[in-house]
Nanobody, 127 residues
Framework: VQLQASGGGLVQAGGSLRLSCVAS?????????ITWFRQAPGKEREGVSC????????VYTDSVRGRFTISKDNAKNMVYLQMNSLKPEDTAVYFC????????????????????WGQGTLVTVSS
């Protein structure tokens, strides 16, 4: 699976962006979990949100719950991250990642579980 994230940009605090992750080489339907991660300068990579193969099960890190929404469209091989009420602390490079075998929701935000990674897209939120 090859993944490519897009949709990043510069936005003012309180604004919105929608990130997209497109898969090629294999259908996202065969990836058990797709997850968005982010990495700010000088910080470790952080799990933001996971979504299951069916799209029914989702997980969010505490700092984005209620502001971000993850969704997927298997027919288009796409996963989306709608980001609302953005804050300067959301500034980071955002990556999408996938794994074939499901892991418990309790660990799906841990980057060590993922074998497929896309190139990131930069999100900058100005104050």
């Amino acid at each position: 699976v090859q993944l490519q994230a897009s949709g990043g940009g510069l936005v003012q605090a309180g604004g919105s962006l929608r990130l997209s992750c497109v898969a090629s080489g294999s259908s996202l339907d065969y990836s058990s979990i797709i997850t968005w991660f982010r990495q700010a300068p000088g910080k470790e990579r952080e799990g933001v949100s996971c979504i299951s193969r069916s799209g029914v099960s989702t997980v969010y890190t505490d700092s984005v719950r209620g502001r971000f929404t993850i969704s997927k469209d298997n027919a288009k091989n796409m996963v989306y991250l709608q980001m609302n009420s953005l804050k300067p602390e959301d500034t980071a490079v955002y990556f999408c990642a996938a794994r074939a075998v499901r892991v418990p929701n309790s660990v799906c935000l841990n980057p060590i579980h993922y074998e497929y990674w896309g190139q990131g897209t930069l999100v900058t939120v100005s104050s």
